[in-house]
Structure formats: structure tokens, C-alpha cells
Nanobody, 116 residues
Framework: QVQLVESGGGLVQPGGSLRLSCAASGFTFSFYAMSWYRQAPGKERELVAKITSSGGSANYADSVKGRFTISRDNFRNTVYLQMNSLKPEDTAVYYC?????????WGQGTQVTVSS
């Protein structure tokens, strides 16, 4: 079955960096775009970044442009989110996502907390 397993979250000080990973299985990873979403307490889940199936193109939420970079390794079936210059408002649960066969697929999420 389809599985998306995130890792790499944690507690980091403002200005710090983290790299999230999402290991995918159960589907042909290289065929599909992949995305990262996040959900802060009391807020709706929002799209952070999306990358095409080949990795040739990506787009970002305005709030993270210039600080976050999404990438993928189609040999390792893994998508990454490099997060630099983290701010307290980046605190959220981060989810890996793909959409195919008419429905979204989600990982379990990984907590990112930015605090001094």
C-alpha cells in the first residue's frame, strides 16, 4: 500500500535550519508530483512547496520563498524540504503529500518547533 513517512523534524532556534525527508513506497514515485504542507495549531493546512515528477520545477508559498528548498531523489523514492532561516511562525506539523488515482495521500507528519 501507499506509504509516506516523514522524518527530520525537531526543535530549532530562530535562524536555524532543518532538513525534512519523506520516504515513499507502494507507488511509482517518479511518476508523480510531490508536495509539503504544514498545519500550525488552530490554522488550516497550507501548501508549503511542490515539485514536479522529474524535479525540474518547483513552486513555493510566498511565506517561505528564498528560505525553503524542495528537492527529490527518484532513485531513493524520497522528497526533501531544506528549511533555512527558520522563524517562530514556521512552527507546525509538516506533512508529505502526493495526489493520484483521484485522491490525496498523506504521511503522518513531523513536528517542527522554532523557538529560543
Amino acid at each position: 500500500q501507499v506509504q509516506l513517512v516523514e522524518s527530520g523534524g525537531g526543535l530549532v532556534q530562530p535562524g536555524g535550519s532543518l532538513r525534512l525527508s519523506c520516504a515513499a513506497s507502494g507507488f511509482t514515485f517518479s511518476f508523480y508530483a510531490m508536495s509539503w504542507y504544514r498545519q500550525a495549531p488552530g490554522k488550516e493546512r497550507e501548501l508549503v512547496a511542490k515539485i514536479t515528477s522529474s524535479g525540474g520545477s518547483a513552486n513555493y508559498a510566498d511565506s517561505v520563498k528564498g528560505r525553503f528548498t524542495i528537492s527529490r531523489d527518484n532513485f531513493r523514492n524520497t522528497v526533501y524540504l531544506q528549511m533555512n532561516s527558520l522563524k517562530p511562525e514556521d512552527t507546525a506539523v509538516y506533512y508529505c503529500n502526493s495526489y493520484f488515482l483521484g485522491r490525496p495521500y498523506w504521511g503522518q507528519g513531523t513536528q517542527v518547533t522554532v523557538s529560543s
